[in-house]
């Protein structure tokens, strides 16, 4: 694949450098040329030329994910292509990821369900419109210093929509599907709202382990992570149960 230098302009975006790199795409900050403003650049990999099936998909997946607005979706300001691979223009979340972000902080229970509550609202919100993020995982969980919230970070989840063309640059590359494909998204099902659930199921576990003694995050891995899609719960009831705790966590903190 042909790899931008510093400086080169990837739609109205400069190259500045290299902050992540995942199998299929890689993520560079960037300054934006209308405003001055940072942002961050993602490229895929997958050359359309090559598998020219992606264009189509690629334009289409991403005026989808260009149309959401909330304040815990990543705002893209612009797609297109690059020397025929599909880059998407977004904002630039300053924290980078919430495992960087984990790495050098201890956050609290409090912070953490706060975050995941972010999580989960952008889920709801999405899902409202039927839309499936489809590659849910750590890596596109954002953050950008927020005093507005709790662990003073804003959450921002990356790629809503796209997730099919993850799928499909995946199986191109001959890719083992990761732990938070559903199991039926490892049968061959499609990206799905309940599969977005379960992946969400599997982040709880990350951010207190798999086999939590908290009965309030156990109960809701299971749920998250029933193997019947059916039974696992909606985003929004997952969104209104995490702000409960929070708001209870934090009043016997006060005490």
């Known amino acids: 694949m042909v790899r931008p230098q510093v400086g080169d302009t990837i739609g109205h975006a400069r190259i500045e450098t290299l ?3 995942s199998v299929f795409s890689d993520v560079y900050r960037a300054t934006d040329l209308r405003s001055g403003k940072p942002c961050a ?3 895929w990999h997958v050359s359309f030329d090559h598998v020219a099936e992606l264009r189509a998909l690629f334009q289409h997946d991403a005026r989808i994910a260009a149309a959401l607005h909330h304040p815990h979706v990543l705002r ?3 797609f297109g292509e690059w ?3 599909g880059f998407i223009t977004s904002e630039y979340m300053a924290t980078g990821s919430l495992p960087m972000w984990l790495r050098r902080v201890s956050a609290p229970p409090v912070a953490l369900f706060d975050l995941l509550r972010q999580a989960a609202l952008a889920l709801a919100y999405a899902h409202r419109f039927n ?3 489809g590659d849910l995982r750590p890596a596109a969980l954002l953050l950008t210093p927020d005093a507005r919230y709790r662990a003073g970070q804003r959450l921002a ?3 809503f929509a796209l997730g099919r063309l993850s799928s499909e640059a995946l199986a191109i590359g001959g890719i083992t599907p990761n732990r938070y494909l559903a199991p039926e998204r490892r049968a061959g099902a499609e990206p799905s709202l309940a599969a977005d659930i379960f992946a969400f199921g599997r982040l709880v576990g990350d951010l207190f382990g798999d086999t939590a003694t908290d009965p309030h995050i156990a109960d809701l891995m299971a749920a998250c992570c029933a193997l019947n899609p059916a039974r696992r ?3 929004a009831a997952l969104a ?3 702000a409960l705790h929070v708001r209870f966590l934090s009043k016997n903190s006060a005490h």
């Open 240 to 242: 209104l149960a995490l």
């Open 83 to 85: 020397h025929s691979y």
């Open 76 to 78: 893209i300001t612009e």
């Open 233 to 235: 719960p909606p985003a």
């Open 41 to 43: 650049v993602r490229l």
């Open 19 to 21: 902050i992540a790199s």
């Open 157 to 159: 989840i990356s790629g």
């Open 131 to 133: 839309i499936a993020h």
